[in-house]
C-alpha cells in the first residue's frame, strides 16, 4: 500500500476505479496518538467511548452473532493497544482502527463460515436494483405515484419511538453485506468517502453504487413507515 | 431533459459531488421545474441525516475497567 501510494504521489489523480490511496493523518489524530503515547488514560477512555458503539456496528455486519461481533471488538481494541506505538499516521487513525476490525472480522467471518463475499463486490453491488420501484412512475419517466412531503421531517421526530429506531435497524440488517457495510460507515458512523473506501478496500465508484443502492432502500423503507403510522 | 426516475438513479452523484457541470445543470433545472423530485430529494436527505441519529451502545463498563487497566500497565513507548 505504501509503496503504492508513493507512486502515486504527484501523478494525475487516479481515475474513479483505481484504488484509493491513504489519506494521512490529520494534526488532531497525530495529538491524540500522542497523548495515547504519553500513556493518558483519559484518552483513552475517550477513544472507547467513541469508537465501541460504532466497531460493534460494524462487527455485526461481518459475523454471524452478536456474541462472536463483541469478541471480535475486544480482539480489535487489544490490537489497537499492541500496534499504538507503531501506528505511523500514514492513514487516519479512524481508518486504521476500522481496518483493525475488519481484518479480525473477516478471519473470524471465514472460521465462522459466514463468508461475506467482499471479494466478489461486483456481484452483489445491486447495479440493476431500481432506486424506486418501476410502477411508481409513468411510461414516461414522470412520476405517477410521486413522494409526499414528510410532516415530521427530522431524524430526532422520526426516531422518537424505539420501534422506529428498531424499524430501522432491522431495515439496515436486511441489506446485503456489502451495502450495509457502506452505509453503516458513511452515514451511521460519519466516514468520508474516501475513509470508507481505505477501510472496505474498495473504489470510489463502487463505494457510491453501494451507497446510493443502501440508501434507496433506506429512505423506501422509511417512507413506508411515515405513510402507515 | 431529465425523467423522473433518471433523478432518482442520479440523486447520489449529485449529493457526492460527483456530476460533470452540465450533468449537474440538467439535474437542477429539473429540480427547479419539479415539486415531486425535490420531495424525494429532501426524503433522501433525511433518511440519511437519520441514520446518523441512531444510537450508539455505550462500552459495557466491564470490558472498559478491564481495557483501561491494561492501557496503564503499558509501559512507555520503546524509543527508536
Ligand atoms: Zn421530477
Known amino acids: 500500500m505504501s509503496d503504492r501510494a508513493k507512486t502515486l504521489e504527484g501523478a494525475p489523480a487516479p481515475s474513479a476505479d483505481e484504488a484509493v490511496p491513504d489519506a494521512p493523518a490529520s494534526a488532531s489524530d497525530l495529538a491524540l496518538i500522542a497523548r495515547l503515547r504519553a500513556r493518558d488514560s483519559k484518552a483513552f477512555s475517550d477513544l472507547l467511548d467513541r469508537y465501541h458503539g460504532p466497531l460493534l456496528r460494524l462487527a455485526l455486519v461481518f459475523v454471524p452473532s452478536r456474541a462472536v461481533a463483541e469478541e471480535v471488538v475486544q480482539e480489535t481494541w487489544v490490537g489497537v493497544l499492541d500496534g499504538l506505538d507503531r501506528f505511523e499516521g500514514r492513514s487516519t487513525l479512524k481508518t486504521w482502527i476500522f481496518r483493525i476490525l475488519t481484518n479480525r472480522a473477516k478471519t473470524r467471518g471465514v472460521r465462522e463460515n459466514r463468508t461475506v463475499p467482499f471479494s466478489a463486490f461486483s456481484d452483489q453491488d445491486g447495479e440493476h436494483e431500481a432506486a424506486v420501484e418501476a410502477a411508481r412512475f409513468k411510461p414516461n419517466g414522470m412520476w405517477g405515484v410521486p413522494p409526499r412531503r414528510w410532516e415530521d421531517d427530522t431524524p430526532e421526530k422520526l426516531l422518537m419511538t424505539a420501534q422506529a429506531v428498531q424499524h430501522l435497524e432491522h431495515a439496515i440488517a436486511a441489506l446485503p453485506p456489502n451495502q450495509r457495510a457502506v452505509v453503516t460507515l458513511r452515514d451511521i458512523e460519519g466516514l468520508d468517502s474516501h475513509e470508507v473506501c481505505n477501510v472496505l478496500e474498495i473504489t470510489e465508484t463502487n463505494q457510491r453504487v453501494l451507497l446510493h443502492r443502501a440508501r434507496s432502500k433506506l429512505r423506501a423503507m422509511l417512507e413506508e413507515y411515515v405513510e402507515r403510522k | ?80
Open chain 2, 1 to 80: 431533459m431529465l425523467t423522473c426516475q433518471q433523478l432518482t438513479e442520479l440523486v447520489t452523484e449529485y449529493l457526492e459531488g460527483r456530476m460533470s457541470f452540465w450533468r449537474r445543470t440538467q439535474f437542477q433545472m429539473h429540480l427547479g421545474m419539479c415539486k415531486h423530485c425535490r420531495a424525494y430529494i429532501r426524503q433522501m436527505k433525511t433518511t440519511v441525516a437519520t441514520l446518523g441519529q441512531l444510537p450508539q451502545e455505550p462500552v459495557p463498563p466491564d470490558l472498559k475497567d478491564e481495557l483501561l487497566k491494561r492501557f496503564a500497565r503499558m509501559g512507555p513507548p520503546e524509543q527508536k
